[in-house]
């Protein structure tokens, strides 16, 4: 059994044979061109992609990792611009080697698809105009001949006019159907050489076109066999370059770049001490609250404060200290003592500050707590509300122990609260702002008992 073929599939009547050929050419050729379409753009993508990896290694730039974490990052670095290159160097094989080929092919199939198609259109075209020719050669044949036969089977007498019309008028229809006999088979022959040579070259574009078939067939399964080869040649390059970047990842140490690291940039392995606490009069450091308390003793002053001299007026009363914190007991020594219990040995000699379960005691005792400065009018009377809204602030301390006030002048203080001070006094008993009922007012206050804020 022959096997199956153009040259003897596309015959019949109507001559419909060509038209689909063609038709099957034409697809072909659209199919081609989708390819070529495609490699086209798949070569514009590979190249905007070797460009944007090539960016993207440029910009990528792990100069401040160290030790074996760098040289991975390196190597995906230089990873990167090896694949910018191989993705370029790809999208030119496919211009050069897949693309502009099947174009070329594309255009020679379309060159001969075009010139079969002419010669057998030609062909087919003078085959149907002799067809019709010879239509009406055999029509007009056939009339003659059957006008011939109708005008013989007339019977006239011979010696009649009208028989010798018949006579003549059927020597002509003969003559006419001679012609037209003549006429009809040439016209037949014609047709007949017409019909051989449209054959052959029907024939002939039958076998070009399932030659170009088979050509286009092997062309694009070989351009895409490539296509696919360089692909994959590409992929085998990422995955090679991807294990590259792998084994340099299971090379990676942590301790080994923590040491780089320290051994690089280590500022010392000492731990600096934060500010200690300075105390004022003994020049030592305590880093404890505790600490400043038990360092709040006598010794903390100066040695000898003003001799408390007072007036037999200042005797008539006596004051003690309030009760301070929990565990504070009274001071031992009095403010002012009672001239009929104490006199005045009471008050003989300096009487410094003390301490007494761990907190100091109040200053000396004041001279004279509401008595009038020396040389200054007996009338003087001390108004503890009596404050300007500008009244000048040397400084602020705070408050370390609480304390009571004993007099009117003297201002009630609590652990923690800030004290502005508008006054020192050098028997340590110095003069600041606070309130009392919600009302602004002054008042001496025992500096021990309390830590200049800085």
Not at 97 to 119: V, Y
Not at 312 to 320: A, M
Not at 427 to 446: A, N
Request: with cysteine; aromatic share 8%; hydrophobic share 30%.
């Amino acid at each position: 059994m022959d096997k199956p073929s153009f040259a003897s599939s596309f015959w019949g009547d109507n001559d419909k044979g060509l038209e689909v050929l063609m038709g099957r050419m034409r697809q072909g050729k659209h199919v081609s061109e989708e390819v070529h379409a495609m490699l086209k753009e798949r070569a514009t993508i590979e190249e905007e992609y070797g460009k944007r990896l090539h960016k993207l290694a440029k910009t990528f730039s792990p100069k401040e990792e160290i030790g074996t974490l760098r040289d991975s990052l390196d190597i995906v670095k230089n990873e990167l611009e090896k694949s910018a290159k191989s993705h370029t160097d790809l999208a030119q094989e496919i211009r050069v080697k897949l693309e502009k080929p099947l174009g070329d092919f594309i255009g020679t199939q379309s060159g001969i698809r075009k010139n079969h198609n002419a010669i057998v259109e030609k062909h087919q075209k003078a085959k149907a105009a002799q067809v019709a020719a010879v239509m009406k050669s055999k029509e007009r044949y056939e009339a003659k001949c059957a006008e011939t036969t109708q005008l013989s089977q007339i019977r006239a007498d011979p010696a009649s006019k009208e028989a010798e019309k018949i006579k003549m008028k059927l020597q002509k229809v003969q003559s006419q159907a001679k012609q037209a006999d003549v006429d009809y088979v040439a016209g037949v022959e014609k047709l007949t050489e017409i019909h051989r040579r449209w054959v052959d070259d029907f024939r002939t574009a039958c076998t070009e076109c399932q030659k170009l078939e088979e050509d286009r067939f092997h062309f694009l399964r070989g351009n895409i066999w490539n296509y696919a080869n360089f692909i994959s040649g590409v992929c085998v390059s990422d995955d090679e370059a991807c294990e590259r970047v792998r084994v340099s990842l299971e090379a990676c140490d942590f301790e080994k770049d923590l040491a780089l690291f320290l051994d690089r940039n280590t500022t010392g392995s000492v731990i600096p001490q934060p500010l200690q606490y300075i105390n004022y009069y003994t020049g030592t450091q305590e880093n404890s609250l505790s600490g400043r308390r038990k360092s709040a003793t006598s010794n903390d002053l100066p040695a000898t404060l003003p001799m408390y001299n007072p007036s037999q007026d200042d005797l008539g009363s006596t004051h003690t200290l309030g009760s301070g914190p929990s565990g504070y007991n009274d001071p031992t020594t009095t403010r002012r003592d009672s001239a009929s219990s104490k006199g005045s040995a009471a008050f003989s000699g300096a009487v410094g500050p003390q301490v007494l379960n761990g907190m100091p005691q109040q200053q000396q005792q004041r001279s004279g707590s509401n008595a009038p400065p020396a040389g200054a009018d007996a009338t003087f009377q001390y108004d503890p509300y009596d404050v300007p809204e500008s009244m000048p602030v040397l400084f602020s301390v705070r408050v370390l122990y609480d304390y009571q006030a004993q007099a009117p002048e003297e201002l009630t203080i609590g652990k923690g609260q800030l004290i502005p001070v508008i006054a020192t006094h050098d028997d340590g008993w110095w003069e600041g702002l606070g309130s009392e009922g919600g009302q602004r007012r002054k008042g001496l206050f025992p500096s021990n008992f309390t830590e200049t804020v800085r």
